[in-house]
């Protein structure tokens, strides 16, 4: 992987990550951000050449989790080694921002998609898979992140009624930018650049087939990444396998991200209130402190639901996430309780050795 970009600031370099990493700096190590990850390894980018680097297994050891480890977008403190060894990884900078999701199926446990991201691209096919309940889940992880949501809706040149599919999206999407573009006519592209610039990082996440890597390559402006045909019922193919920051010509980088086949929350209470704020406002216009929302006179939600102010299926998925976070702060609960009591079995093996 050849980088284009030269210089720290271009990389999203600042005042802040300059003092985190000033005491590293006087012992003789280098900062780089990590461009790409892949099982055991990661690429960085610095003022030199792109370098592969990996973890220490001191860093392994002390991690309480993955949120403690590297992601791509980060920035890492490293020890650069001649050929053909492999530079060691000594520190994580702070995080300025990160997107964070339960990884898919029955695990209890966090991934970190992208870290250190400026403006989230939520990428939304115009087709018939447009899912506002999904755009409600993608915006709600986005203002948990500390990232900025853009909605980038795609395939505009295929959809029968782009009035209709737009106005399902500005229902749930309330202050949120919306961009309708299309990757086979050009048409909207160019209003994505004002997002672009040195030093600002964009991500895109979305579903698989949604338009992605063909958005980098609109983006960049040459084929940088695989796209595949279109199927015979006119979704996309998921190409992306691994997650990648890409330089732009604008300035800046753009990371693209694999396809997400569910996506499941992890810590997002500041978030559904951004997402749901119309929702969390009538909640306060309600006569009662501790309204259920069910049946009691002068609730505000109830009175929107049935006024057509507020849509029913938007109240439901604003309860289904909240239950959804409800349940699985219970099964953090629990695997932190177990791991503590394996580490207390640990502590007593060891001691009788």
């Known amino acids: 992987m050849d980088s284009t970009i030269e210089r720290s600031h271009d990389l999203g370099w600042n005042d802040e990550l300059e003092a985190s990493f000033e005491p590293y700096g006087q012992r003789g190590f280098y ?41 791509v977008g980060d920035w890492v403190v490293f020890e650069p080694l001649p050929p053909p060894s492999r530079s060691m990884i000594q520190a994580l900078l702070p995080r300025r921002s990160a997107f964070v999701r339960k990884v898919a199926g029955q695990t209890t446990r966090e991934q970190v998609v992208a870290a250190n991201v400026d403006v989230v691209f939520l990428v939304n096919g115009m087709d018939e898979d447009l899912n506002p309940r999904r755009i409600e889940r993608y915006l709600t992880l986005a203002w948990e992140s500390g990232s900025s949501p853009v909605i980038v809706l795609t395939k505009s040149d295929i959809c029968p009624d782009l009035e209709s599919a737009l106005a399902d999206v500005q229902g749930v999407a309330l202050g949120v930018p919306i961009h309708i573009v299309s990757n086979v006519t050009g048409d909207g592209i160019a209003e994505l ?35 595949k045909e279109i199927r015979e019922d006119g979704r996309g193919r998921h190409t992306t396998t691994h997650r990648e920051l890409i330089s732009l010509p604008q300035g800046g980088l753009v990371l693209d991200t694999p396809g997400m086949r569910e996506l499941q929350l992890w810590e997002a209470s500041d978030g559904i209130q951004g997402s749901f704020e119309d929702i969390v406002l009538l909640a306060h216009s309600c006569r009662f402190r501790d309204c259920t929302h069910r049946s009691e006179p002068g609730c505000a939600i109830r009175k929107a639901i049935n006024s057509g102010k507020l849509k029913a299926a938007r109240y439901e998925s604003y309860l289904k996430l909240q239950r959804e976070l409800r349940f699985l702060e219970t099964r953090r609960d629990k695997r932190a309780r177990s791991e503590a009591r394996k580490k207390i079995r640990a502590r007593a093996r060891a001691r009788r050795r």
């Open 31 to 71: 900062a780089a951000r990590v461009a790409a990850q892949y099982k055991g390894a990661y690429v960085l980018y610095w003022d030199g050449p792109d370098l592969w680097a990996e973890l220490p297994g001191r860093m392994l050891h002390r991690a309480e989790g993955v949120l403690d480890l590297p992601a």
């Open 193 to 227: 650049g004002t997002y672009m610039g040195s030093g600002r990082t964009i991500a895109l996440l979305g579903s698989s087939g949604v338009g992605k890597s063909s958005l980098v390559n609109s983006l960049v402006g040459e084929e940088v990444q695989t796209v």
